[in-house]
Nanobody
Framework: WARLVESGGDSVQAGGSLRLSCATS????????VGWFREKKSKGVARIYTGDGSTLYDDSVKGRFTISQDKTTSTVFLQMDNLKPEDSGTYYC??????????????WGQGTQVSVSA
């Protein structure tokens, strides 16, 4: 099992920045891969393999979003820069025991709301 708790969502103007946090806990094996999603079960925004820190991004956010981790606190971050109105939504982090391109993530957080105004 794994528990994930998101935070950091807010309302910002277009061009602004936000940093989302995903605090993870539970079985390490179930947190090998952590991803961020705009809406639950939708196409992923970014994911990180916690073993070696390798990352993957959706084309829509490349160059604007950065996913990273702090292994000491088991927290995964999503730095969101140059935000656009179409980035608005409820952002979820999720984890899984494998990290292919986009695995079928099993464990999900409760979400954090991001609103970007024009």
């Amino acid at each position: 099992w794994a528990r994930l708790v998101e935070s950091g969502g807010d309302s910002v103007q277009a061009g602004g920045s936000l940093r989302l946090s995903c605090a993870t806990s539970g079985n390490t094996a179930h947190r090998k891969c952590v991803g961020w999603f705009r809406e639950k079960k939708s196409k992923g925004v970014a994911r990180i393999y916690t073993g070696d820190g390798s990352t993957l991004y959706d084309d829509s956010v490349k160059g604007r979003f950065t996913i990273s981790q702090d292994k000491t606190t088991s927290t995964v971050f999503l730095q969101m820069d140059n935000l656009k109105p179409e980035d608005s939504g409820t952002y979820y982090c999720a984890s899984d025991s494998t990290c292919g391109s986009w695995p079928d993530f099993v464990y999900w957080g409760q979400g954090t709301q991001v609103s970007v105004s024009a």
